[in-house]
């Protein structure tokens, strides 16, 4: 392995920059060093220090000590204190550095190196004996949560006491006597529990140390974050080794949380959080509530309590030069960590910040205005995915509003759900399609299952840079935080609230744009997307090469995706339309007859409802290509199934309840994926396909002459395996094509294709665009048939099996790019030599999955195809791939 500590701070620090060996804090902290701002000094040992470690059963590679020391002793020498040292100890913070920032998904250590000799040292060359020894019971319950596994919640609970039996409230008001008592408290907790004293040697400390940021990296709850955001298991944590530098050290010291422009809302303005007198921990874990940094926000919150930039006005003019230089430097709006010691400003990590959608868009298009980034650059910046934050109603201004208390508007957005106390009741929760708000005093990282399964988050503390809003922004989940008048008791189950109780399971709506936590559900409205979302999109647009449509059978939905730039419709199920109340009827008409005759019969009825739902979805799509999936599911989903459903359909059909149980029996199928639909129906019963190629070539008909503006049907037969049954059913299309041309006295340009969603198609692919005019790529079923795991029930392991890295992604959400994503290739490759202008497209859901889209984009696809909201994320995550493969 070569060098596995890279230095920074002094002359010392590392030409190295990659986030892949660093991680990006690691990164970050080298970078600020090598441009003069002010650093504590420290070293980072690498990610594949990480790997090795559990490649070689937890164990630390050989040379990693001998590493350690020297960097330890570059901190020393620049600091001019020694670890371990009596007289005047130098201690260190063990920090976690992912390549991706993963907020409070894993563990950090502050104030490494205290003990019972070198808090006496630290007392008396700090000239502070309280703050001495608050850094010290800090250490030991902080090291004994994350090192030794033992319960934070025992500490914190001695904690309460120590303050209730002393009359205080806060804990400033605690005194160095009062740490030290509390100090051997805790010291007795450990030993209690473990049955060994605390650790007092600095070297133990740290390797313990050490050793535990590398097993955060497999904790449950980093497990759950990675699968999330799709974060690869190998990629592993770099371990950050800094110097501490004291933000407890008086009223003249100070920690805080910034970003160079507001997350929430994309403003060119300062924003972010600061206590006096603290460490770093107090305002991410949300153990006090943080006051604001600049004078505007204090005033306009109504807040007390002085800002920053009024309490300490040169630091605070010091921290806004720091601001530029690093937003400049790094061309992106940053996320900063810094502290105060006695005065003097020293920078702990910068990143780029978190935001939302609203946010990201501001910030890009603002940037390329400024002449920061270019126009491309602010399409790449801006995550497809979430723009599905601005995608989906907000509440209704106009709706009445019950009003229980106002938090901080911690995450934008609204949400209505169930109160839930616990993430885990949360989670279950929403498996059973409820819609939930988690509801905590505070979140911590264990929560991040029901934070996901949530539609919204609500704390009682906390603040705008707590764990919970951090991570609600970058999920896109509202998120209240700091509802201070919330009292909730979760053993009972009840939250109270201005004299109200309400319980779990009652309706709780959220606005995480005002902070206003509200009984009931409200009224929400659809969005209006325009501004610097317009901007993007033009942007977008320019550059991209895919085309994007829309997968949509209403009229309403063509043109929710219409009005969001579908260029035409990419899979139109026409078997949606069959479930309607008014046609079930005629269907299991069709269904039940016994011969042609009577199916045809029934048929006829279908006939007029068919053509006049292609004729308004066609005139929605005027001029644009709308491609519509023949009957694809087997005919037994439209007979009942219930006991107390069959007379009331037999009596509607005009037949008797045994004969409709036989059919119903004759039908079933014991695996309908793979029996008797798609175009096996259409071989079976062409008539079927007959009335809807029919109403189809109608319809276009009659909306190019009413109009004057001609649809461009695409006519997709599903789940072909052979040429010969598409050829089958492309004759009987074709036909009523002409027929009803000859009927209508005019022609129509229509296409004739398939969904390419079977192994044996995709190879035989060549074969079959001799005669297909299209492909369309049904992923759904082409990864179910491909893996041959069911999509309905794979929810049942596939969890397991992303956990286990047998997967990466789920496949239904994300393309299995090295299984399915190879059949797509070879059909793609051997239908353009059968057929050099078959157009090649997918309408499977992953036709809105950023990912998914990169590998079509490479593949050369002419299209993608997604739900209508998901229409501006395909627009967007196309022309990111064309400009990643234009590079």
Known sequence: MTTMVHLFGGDATTSERSKELLGGKGSNLAEMASIGLPVPPGFTITTDVCAAYYANGEQFP???????????????????????????????????????????????????????????????ASGDPRFAWDSYRRFVQMYADVVMGLDHAEFE?????????????????????????????????????????????????????VGAVFASWESDRAKVYRRLNSIPAEWGTAVNIQAMVFGNMGDTSATGVAFTRDPATGERAWYGEWLINAQGEDVVAGIRTPQYLTKVAREKAGAKP?????????????????????????????????????????????????????????????????????????????????????????????????????????????????????????????????????????????????????????????GMTSHAAVVARGMGRPCVSGAGGL???????????????????????????TGEVMAGEVKTLLPELVGDFGTLMVWADKVRR???????????????????????????????????AARITAVREMILAENEAGRRAALAKLLPEQRGDFAAIFGVMAGLPVTIRLLDPPLHEFLPTREEDFADVAAAAGVGI???????????????????????????????????????????????????????????????ATRREFDLMKAVVDAQAKAVFDEKGREIAYLVGTMIELPRAALMAGEIAETAEFFSFGTNDLTQTTIGISRDDAGRFLTQYVDKGIFLTDPFVSLDVEGVGQLIEIAADRGRKARPDVKLGICGEHGGDAPSIHFCEKTGLDYVSASPYRVPIARLAAAQAALKKGK
Not at 183 to 197: D, H, L, M, N, S
Not at 358 to 378: C, F, H, P, R
Not at 430 to 443: N, P, S
């Open 487 to 513: 009292s909730i008791d979760g053993n009972a189950r009840v939250l109270r609230v201005g004299g109200r109780e309400l319980r779990e399971g009652d309706i709780l709506t959220l606005d995480g744009s």
């Open 658 to 720: 045994e004969a409709l149980k036989a059919r119903a029996n004759e039908l079933h199928e014991f695996n309908p994926m793979l029996g008797h639909r798609g175009c096996r129906l259409g071989v079976t019963y062409p008539e079927i396909y007959e009335m809807q190629a029919r109403a189809i070539f109608e319809a276009a008909c009659d909306v190019a002459a009413e109009t004057g503006a001609a649809p461009i049907p695409e006519v997709m037969i599903p789940l072909v």
């Open 157 to 209: 609970e001695a904690l309460e006491i120590a303050k209730e039996d002393r009359g205080f409230y806060l804990d400033t008001e605690m005194s160095a006597e009062d740490w030290q008592a509390l100090v051997k408290e805790y010291q007795a907790i450990v030993e209690r529990e473990t049955g060994a004293p605390f650790p007092q040697e600095p070297n133990d400390q740290l390797w313990g140390a």
């Open 306 to 462: 002085l800002s920053m930039e009024e309490a300490m006005p040169e630091t605070f003019e010091e921290l806004g030069r720091v601001f530029d230089t690093l937003e400049t430097h790094y061309r992106d709006m940053q996320d900063i960590e810094f502290t105060v010691e006695r005065g003097t400003l020293w920078m702990l990590q910068t990143r780029s910040g978190k935001r939302t959608a609203k946010a990201a868009l501001k910030i890009a298009v603002d940037m390329a205005a400024e002449g920061l980034i270019t126009e491309e650059e602010a399409v790449g910046r801006v995550d497809p995915g979430a723009l599905d934050q601005l995608l989906h109603p907000t509440l209704d201004p106009d709706a009445p509003r019950d009003v229980l208390t106002k938090g901080l508007p911690a995450s934008p957005g609204a949400a209505s759900g169930k109160i839930m106390f616990t993430a885990d009741g949360a989670e279950k929760a929403a498996e059973m399609g409820e819609a939930v708000i988690l509801v905590r005093v505070e979140t911590s990282p264990e929560d991040i299952h029901g934070m996901h399964a949530a539609k919204g988050i609500l704390t009682a503390r906390g």
């Open 62 to 124: 050989a040379g990693l000590i001998e590493e350690v020391a020297a960097g330890i002793a570059h901190i020393e020498g620049i600091t001019g204190k020694t670890f371990g040292d009596a007289a005047d100890p130098l201690l260190v913070s063990v920090r976690s550095g992912a390549r991706v920032s993963m907020p409070g998904m894993m563990d950090t250590v502050l104030n490494l190196g205290l003990n019972d000799r070198t808090v006496v040292g630290l007392s008396d």
């Open 546 to 580: 895919m085309k994007v449509r829309a997968n949509a059978e209403t009229p309403q939905d063509a043109q929710v995706a219409r009005d969001f730039g579908a260029e035409g419709i990419g899979l139109c199920r026409t078997e949606h339309m069959f479930f309607d």
